[in-house]
């Protein structure tokens, strides 16, 4: 945090990474360092408003990693169960 990661108040907004470019983490420790500065509420209503609208853009862009990951988990598991009479569990009754 001793870094000016958002550059609120100085201009420099147009330099940052636009969202849809961000990973997750990236998105994710971006939005916390957005809610703490918003939360200190030392900035003019113009840059708090733009911080705000930048964080609503970070949290949609966390939620769409998230739901990526989450539909690539249930594919996985739901290949997994699709296989599960195949024979190729591990001693699963296989010499009762």
Do not use: I
């Not at 609208?53 to 988990?73: D, F, N």
């Amino acid at each position: 945090m001793s870094q000016d990661v958002f550059g609120a108040g100085d201009g420099r907004a147009a330099e940052q990474t636009p969202v849809e470019e961000l990973g997750y983490e990236e998105a994710r420790d971006e939005l916390v360092e957005t809610v703490k500065l918003l939360e200190l509420g030392q900035m003019g209503l113009d840059d708090s408003l733009a911080l705000w609208e930048r964080g609503e853009a970070l949290a949609r862009r966390c939620e769409e990693h998230l739901a990526g990951a989450k539909a690539k988990v249930e594919a996985a598991l739901s290949r997994g169960t699709d296989g599960a009479g195949d024979g190729n569990g591990a001693g699963a009754g296989a010499d009762d």
